[in-house]
């Protein structure tokens, strides 16, 4: 795959012909694909924030900076370190900012002009785990889950416009769920090969990638009519993010070595006409995968859930290049 544009940061958000990233707690905007941009939003100093994101490696290791920047019809939602807040369509902080529960969010969707987000934290206890909403003033818990470690992550069919969550990590606490007029309704779940994180939807299937340390990794496809299951072909290593174009589905890997997936690097996948292919191969750099994170490959969001344009943008993390992220054109 050919790299169109390479930048220095995350790329967080494509929203028409707008690109926005970030390096540190400052977040630029660009309207030509990152050739050129301006600071859209920067967060105020404070002796702590200026310690953890003194650069990209104290980042990884304290696990700051911005984790979400997503887009709705009045401004943005940010999700940063251990906070959420909403800023408006020129960069301007409204409401208030919010703590919230654990560590951050993998992923979240909008509801409206408000943001959901399931509570992702260690929760050894398996206490309840809280849906919750943010509108820029409060957060108020929609839907509470028991009997399971923590939530993956929350996902909106903009087909359907159904709400899916993804729960782990062992036995029933695994599972892909429906929430559905104030009730959740588990469609598959029980084993490590419905523990997944992240959903991706076309006009007639979900499609997965499981996330196990335990077991060996695949690419699965479900029936959006009948939720019946198909499993299209194995990966390397535990999938946490995924990304469409032109309703091709792309998952990435994770470099997390164990006894069952030795591999130590993040591997892209393209899934077409039923096949699973490895298009790129990304090795862990040396830094220590428990406190400077595992190897991965991170999509942004994409607001444009139709796009036509044949690009990816993949940001890299834990691995060679690490702190950068790559515009590539896909092969056809």
Request: hydrophobic share 35%; with cysteine; charged share 25%.
């Amino acid at each position: 795959m050919e790299i169109v544009n390479s930048i220095k940061g995350k790329v967080l958000l494509v929203s028409n012909s707008d690109v926005y990233f970030s390096r540190g707690l400052t977040i630029f905007k660009s309207s030509n694909e990152g050739h050129d941009y301006k600071i859209f939003y920067k967060f105020k100093k404070s002796n702590f924030i200026d310690f953890t994101s003194l650069n990209h490696l104290t980042s990884r290791l304290f696990r700051s900076g911005i984790h979400h920047f997503i887009a709705v019809d009045d401004g943005f939602y940010i999700f940063y370190n251990r906070f959420i807040v909403k800023v408006d369509l020129k960069g301007n902080l409204v409401g208030k900012k919010c703590q919230f529960k654990g560590s951050r969010p993998l992923c979240v969707t909008t509801e409206g002009n408000s943001v959901l987000y399931g509570e992702y934290y260690d929760n050894q206890e398996r206490r309840p785990v809280d849906v919750v909403i943010f509108d820029g003033a409060s957060l108020k818990v929609k839907y509470t889950f028991t009997g399971i470690r923590h939530i993956h992550g929350i996902f909106t069919d903009h087909y359907t416009g159904k709400v899916y969550v993804t729960t782990g990590d062992y036995g029933d606490e695994a599972g892909i769920w429906l929430l559905d007029n104030g009730l959740i309704k588990k469609i598959i779940g029980g084993t490590q090969q419905e523990r997944a994180v992240q959903l991706l939807f076309t006009s007639k299937y979900i499609y997965y990638g499981t996330d196990s340390p335990i077991e060996k990794n695949f690419i699965y496809r479900i029936d959006k009519d009948t939720y019946q299951r198909d499993c299209l072909g194995s990966v390397c290593s535990s999938v946490f993010y995924g990304a469409l174009v032109h309703e091709v589905p792309f998952f990435c890997t994770v470099a997390e070595p164990s006894d069952v997936n030795p591999d130590n690097k993040a591997v892209l996948y393209k899934v077409t006409n039923e096949e699973v292919r490895a298009v790129s191969s990304h090795r862990k750099d040396f830094f220590s995968k428990i406190y400077f994170q595992y190897g991965q490959l991170n999509f942004p969001v994409y607001r444009d859930n139709f796009r036509t344009e044949n690009k990816i943008w993949l940001y890299q993390l834990s691995v060679k290049g690490s702190g950068e992220s790559h515009l590539l054109a896909l092969d056809h």
